[in-house]
């Protein structure tokens, strides 16, 4: 079965600075990757997809992922963090045409 | 475009009452449609998926059902809720038999007292 893991479950950063969300995931065949963000008391919003093609795909908000097959990895970055980047963010990995599994998610805090 | 729309945002409901939470969506046809259920630090739990009228598909045992009566109509239900029944409830579609991502609508917050 699939299964994704975000290591890290909270992560603080300077406003200004550079983020990376880490994931890591465990697929049998070719996986369909995602990032999602969601604010409180929010539903889940896209950031961006990995179905095929280039292994680095860019996003809303300035986001990017990275999928690095020998990693089993799909990180998430932005060069510098805005405070309204403050969120949960979800990794998430595709099963077929039906089921998404995803991440416990990682909370972000931006301090100024 | 899309949209997707759930209610009641926000519900409060006493132990052993009955539940019911509707997702409806717009502006696609045959959608996937599912619902999860979100506690804090444990991510999102898919709890039922549907591919097409009356079709469901049961991810976790428990006291909650699913129906779906209308192509784009997505319900979830119980006779009687416990405790363990609060928590944040998602509703999301996907394009059917594809591997496009899903989408989300804003949830409904439910509280068992």
């Known amino acids: 079965a699939q299964s994704v893991t975000q290591p890290d479950i909270h992560i603080t950063v300077s406003e200004g600075a550079s983020l990376e969300l880490r994931c890591n995931y465990s697929?049998?065949?070719?996986?369909?990757l995602f990032w999602y963000v969601q604010s409180p008391g929010q539903g889940l919003q896209l950031l961006l997809k990995?179905?095929?093609?280039?292994?680095l795909v860019q996003g809303i908000k300035g986001f990017e992922a990275e999928f690095k097959r020998s990693q089993s990895s799909f990180n998430l970055r932005k060069p510098s963090v805005h405070w309204s980047d403050a969120a949960e963010y979800f990794c998430?990995?595709?099963?077929?045409?039906?089921?998404?599994?995803f991440g416990i998610g990682t909370k972000l805090q931006v301090i100024p | 475009s899309q949209t997707i729309h759930q209610w009641p945002a926000t519900l409060v409901q006493p132990v052993g009452s009955p539940l019911s939470l509707e997702c409806t969506v717009e502006?696609?046809?045959?959608?996937?449609l599912y619902w999860y259920r979100q506690a804090a630090g444990r991510g999102l739990q898919l709890l039922f998926y549907?591919?097409?009228?009356?079709?469901i598909s049961s991810e976790v045992p428990q006291n909650l059902s699913a129906s779906r009566p209308q192509d784009r109509q997505f319900i979830l239900s119980s006779k009687k809720l416990l405790l363990s029944d609060s928590g944040f409830y998602l509703c999301?579609?996907?394009?059917?038999?594809?591997?496009?991502?899903?989408?989300f609508g804003d949830g409904t917050r439910l509280s068992i007292l």
């Open positions: 999301a579609w996907s394009r059917p038999r594809t591997n496009q991502p899903q989408h």
């Open positions: 697929y049998g065949a070719t996986p369909y």
């Open positions: 990995y179905f095929s093609g280039d292994t």
């Open positions: 998430a990995v595709g099963q077929g045409y039906q089921k998404v599994t």
């Open positions: 502006g696609t046809s045959n959608p996937n």
């Open positions: 549907s591919v097409g009228i009356g079709q």
